[in-house]
């Protein structure tokens, strides 16, 4: 089982940048796909961004150029820097797991098994 801790999420305005954190448990972290999802208010969840065990990516159209995702298995930590930040990014992002070997992870949530609280991100124009 994985336990996932989001932070970093923060007010910023538009223009700015942010970093968010997802710490995890267990030793077997390498192992997992790891992606952000995020909701605004109103909306469905939504991808943005995730890893996979083998560092493969994948990104939301509308977020590349702009988010980074990186994983760092000695710190049991994926990251999410978000540069040049839109109100449209407002949402609460939330990290998620899953054990799979597949090397492009997946873009929707429902392979994910385990979620974090979620972190809040405000953009104001």
């Known amino acids: 089982q994985v336990q996932l801790v989001e932070s970093g999420g923060g007010w910023v305005q538009a223009g700015d940048s942010l970093r968010l954190s997802c710490a995890a448990s267990?030793?077997?972290?390498?192992?997992?796909?790891i992606g952000w999802f995020r909701r605004a208010p109103g909306e469905e969840r939504a991808f943005v961004a995730a890893?996979?065990?083998?560092?493969?990516?994948n990104y939301a159209d509308s977020v590349k150029g702009r988010f980074t995702i990186s994983r760092d298995n000695a710190k049991n930590t994926v990251y999410l820097q978000m540069n040049s930040l839109k109100p449209e990014d407002t949402a609460v992002y939330y990290c998620?797991?899953?054990?799979?070997?597949?090397?492009?992870?997946?873009?929707?949530?429902?392979?994910?098994?385990?979620w974090g609280q979620g972190t809040q991100v405000t953009v104001s124009s």
């Open positions: 998620a797991a899953h054990s799979t070997f597949a090397a492009v992870p997946a873009t929707t949530p429902v392979p994910y098994d385990y």
């Open positions: 267990g030793r077997t972290f390498s192992r997992y796909t």
């Open positions: 890893v996979s065990w083998s560092a493969g990516t």
